[in-house]
């Protein structure tokens, strides 16, 4: 019986074993890459709407400054 037994103990995997290695680690990894792909694009929709708005308040700024002839330059 003792060759048919590995000498590691009777709860760790041999150093070759055959089966499929650590697969839970991979379904947390996509997981964790979905999460941050998430929150970047979360983070550029904000910027590109911070960004727009304030392009928005810079033409109305244009327009004010030009109908009252005001010169900043």
């Known amino acids: 019986m003792t060759m048919l037994t590995h000498a590691r103990g009777p709860f760790q995997r041999p150093p070759y074993s055959p089966g499929r290695q650590d697969t839970a680690a991979a379904g947390a990894a996509d997981a964790r ?8 694009m ?32």
Request: proline share 0%; aromatic share 8%; with cysteine.
């Open 33 to 40: 890459l979905a999460r941050i792909k998430r929150f970047c």
């Open 42 to 73: 979360c983070a550029l929709t904000i910027l590109l709407a911070g960004s727009a708005l304030a392009g928005v308040i810079a033409l109305k700024a244009i327009a004010v400054f030009h109908a009252s002839n005001i010169h900043l330059f």
